[in-house]
């Protein structure tokens, strides 16, 4: 499968990338709080494939020390062939030299670990949703 990134907002299909989202799936968002959410953000990441949006991801960053990576996903039928590991790369490729955090979804772990992130052993977040959030396995 042929790829192409794009490191931009513009020309995004919020629609398509709210439904990404949700099928990936990394939950439901609305498609003007998503453009919002990404457009705020320091970095981007869009991959495309045959003409569709495959996989996405933004990171929030200081520039100086400090990033964080979030929503990054994949369309479930282009999972497994490296659009994730191209999403991460190249958010990370703009943070050369910083420290990066995130969290990863329960489970998906490994797959950070596979490009140098490593656990936190004081990593402590103030959850919005907080009971949501322990539910689903973030938090204790
Ligand atoms: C997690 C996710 C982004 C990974 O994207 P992907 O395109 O499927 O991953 P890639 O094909 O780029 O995988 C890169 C490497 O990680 C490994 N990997 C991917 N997902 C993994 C998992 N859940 N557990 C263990 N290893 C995993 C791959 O086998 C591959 O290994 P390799 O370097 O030995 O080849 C994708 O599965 C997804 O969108 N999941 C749903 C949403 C989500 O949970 N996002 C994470 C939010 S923190």
Known sequence: MGWTVRET?????????????????????????????????AHVCFVYGEGRLLGLGRALSDG??????????????????????????ALLSRMEGLTVILFASPGKE??????????????????????ERREQGYVE
């Not at 100086?64 to 790369?89: K, M, N, T």
């Not at 140098?116 to 907080?130: D, E, L, S």
Request: charged letters at 30%; aromatic letters at 12%; one cysteine or more.
């Open 9 to 41: 907002t513009d020309g995004v299909d919020w629609d398509e990338a709210a439904e990404l989202v949700e099928r990936a799936p990394l939950g439901t968002r609305d498609p003007r709080d998503l453009r919002a959410a990404f457009e705020a953000s």
């Open 64 to 89: 100086v020390w400090q990033g964080g990576i979030y929503d990054v996903c994949v369309l479930p039928e282009a999972q497994g062939a490296g659009v994730g590991r191209a999403v991460v790369s």
């Open 110 to 131: 490994p797959f950070y670990e596979r490009l140098g992130f490593r656990r936190m052993k004081t990593g402590m977040g103030r959850f919005a949703r907080y009971e």
